[in-house]
Nanobody, 118 residues
Framework: QVQLVESGGGLVQAGGSLRLSCAASGSISSINTMGWYRQAPGKQRELVAHMTNSKTTTYADSVKGRFTISRDFAKNTVNLQMNSLKPEDTAVYFC????????????WGQGTQVTVSS
């Protein structure tokens, strides 16, 4: 079992910045990937960015060059630095952890709201 606690969401103006953080606890020894998804009203959940244990990163095309994902492996945290925010970035952002144990299991945070005003 893995528990995820997110923080850092809020309301910002277009062009501003926000930093999301997520801390994992519990059965964390088998964590392979940590990252962030988002879901806007009326849309499907989509991958924003994630990083594997080998530090390979993946970004959605829409956020490349603006968002940066980082992990602190000692603290089992993942951060998402979001710069040059656009109204299109408005969504609920969910921390995601992929665990490689007997089964591959996804764990999710409760979600944090990011609202970007124009």
């Amino acid at each position: 079992q893995v528990q995820l606690v997110e923080s850092g969401g809020g309301l910002v103006q277009a062009g501003g910045s926000l930093r999301l953080s997520c801390a994992a606890s519990g059965s964390i020894s088998s964590i392979n990937t940590m990252g962030w998804y988002r879901q806007a009203p009326g849309k499907q959940r989509e991958l924003v960015a994630h990083m594997t244990n080998s530090k390979t990163t993946t970004y959605a095309d829409s956020v490349k060059g603006r968002f940066t994902i980082s992990r602190d492996f000692a603290k089992n945290t993942v951060n998402l630095q979001m710069n040059s925010l656009k109204p299109e970035d408005t969504a609920v952002y969910f921390c995601n952890v992929l665990v490689h144990g007997l089964r591959k299991i996804d764990y999710w945070g409760q979600g944090t709201q990011v609202t970007v005003s124009s």
